[in-house]
């Protein structure tokens, strides 16, 4: 038996005419034998296309009432009252309408040129309405947890292959935002996207941010001096505003950035609050932005250099630069610590290909209709190994494996646009759960 967690009856009353719209759809209900509330025989030859704008409910559909066969819209209720309710007796747009589905029948409808609309009552079965319950409004993160390793290999594979394209064009769709803000600068948009994913989640905002407080024109042409990047960087951030003592370095950065700040009328950024919280000192964000300042200061044709770079280890090597000599003995300012050759972990450079690199390059490729570029973003995530998070782990407990980043990039856009918005009609998993019990 399905443990149900009751919500709001309104909420389930609206999902319940969702979920009559997906059975109309995938004809998850009796459809031998069926005739109109006025005993005419009616076959459904199309259900039509689903229709998530304004006006009918679906359309293009093909249906034979009696001998005719007649094209055109369909629009579903809960209760055939629900037609007037919504004043579609007056509006013409649903004059179009050949098929009046519903539920429960309450008396004939009209449209808006006084002719009646002919309606079918569907019933769908006790079992379907109850799965779809559990599956909308269960308290459980992964509702479908226990029958996820009922579903053929074949079709986890190919739902799997649709979510990693789905989560790679929503950011594509983020990085042509940037570009229209940047008038269509590749590097540009990369210095930013770079310099939020530099944050790894903890400080993206503020690092985005510092990014877009310092405009890469301006790196660019002091790009042959590392310090003078890092004085714009950690001037920028805000962390050049304060006294320390015994630290020829820091006054060094700070005398720099005042030259910088007047040269390019810079004004740092205020109320930013760089979070260490849990966090090791190899992720401090001063160590971070020396990171940054290091791989930035490299190039001065940052995405350039990244469409050169043709396989995953040209990459990393790209982004496994050291920082500057003060940085290896500090993890922040005036504080000495143990030597050590900072450079960005596994972990990290992997994150910085999944969320900076490969996005760019799948973007590239499908604005200016290259294929090879779309196709190396995806091979980058294909050989690049899983993830490891939250959302992976939940996924691989259910007996769903994902063998690379591509795999748990798909896990990612699975949860957070269905599974979390309890969009289970719309998933491939949901509807093989609903299709087969």
Request: proline share 3%.
């Amino acid at each position: 038996m399905l443990f149900l967690k009751h919500r709001n009856i309104s909420e389930k009353m609206t999902n319940r005419e969702e979920l009559l719209h997906y059975c109309w759809k995938f004809k998850l209900f009796a459809s031998e034998n069926l005739i109109t509330t006025d005993e005419q025989k009616i076959e459904i030859i199309d259900t039509g296309t689903w229709n998530n704008n304004a006006g009918p409910d679906f359309f293009n559909a093909k249906i034979r009432i009696g001998e005719t066969v007649w094209a055109g819209n369909v629009e579903i209720h809960r209760s055939s009252d629900e037609w007037t309710k919504h004043g579609h007796h007056k509006d013409k747009a649903y004059n179009s309408v050949v098929l009046h589905v519903v539920e429960y029948d309450k008396g004939d409808v009209f449209n808006e040129k006084g002719q009646k609309v002919p309606q079918l009552v569907i019933h769908v079965s006790e079992k379907v309405k109850q799965n779809a319950d559990f599956l909308l409004f269960s308290d459980v993160v992964l509702p479908c947890r226990s029958q996820l390793t009922d579903l053929p290999k074949s079709r986890t594979d190919a739902w799997l292959t649709t979510l990693a394209i789905e989560r790679l064009e929503r950011k594509t769709n983020d990085i042509y935002a940037h570009l229209k803000r940047f008038n269509n600068s590749w590097d540009d948009t990369f210095y930013v996207l770079l310099a939020r994913n530099f944050g790894f989640g903890l400080n993206s905002d503020e690092f985005e941010r510092l990014a877009l407080s310092l405009p890469y024109s301006y790196i660019r042409k002091h790009s042959d001096n590392l310090f003078q990047v890092e004085a714009l960087l950690f001037g920028q951030a805000g962390m050049l505003e304060e006294n320390v003592a015994n630290d020829d370095y820091y006054f060094e950065l700070q005398r720099e950035y005042q030259f910088l700040k007047k040269k390019f009328m810079l004004k740092p950024l205020e109320d930013v609050h760089f979070k260490k919280l849990r966090t090791r000192p190899q992720g401090f964000p001063q160590v971070r932005i020396a990171e940054l300042a290091a791989i930035i200061q490299q190039s001065d044709r940052l995405f350039s250099a990244i469409l050169e770079k043709e396989d995953p280890l040209q990459l990393r090597m790209f982004f496994q630069i050291k920082v500057s000599e003060y940085w290896q003995t500090h993890y922040s300012f005036g504080k000495t610590s143990k030597k050590i050759s900072k450079s960005l972990g596994d972990n990290s450079l992997d994150a910085i290909l999944i969320n900076s690199v490969v996005p760019l390059l799948f973007a590239y490729g499908k604005q200016n209709d290259i294929e090879k570029y779309t196709d190396r973003a995806i091979h980058i995530l294909e050989a690049l190994k899983p993830e490891r998070n939250s959302i992976v782990r939940d996924f691989c407990a259910a007996g769903i494996e994902l063998k690379n980043a591509f795999d748990t990039q798909a896990s990612i856009q699975l949860y957070r646009e269905y599974c979390q918005k309890r969009k289970c009609l719309y998933c491939r998993f949901g509807h093989h759960i609903l299709s087969t019990q």
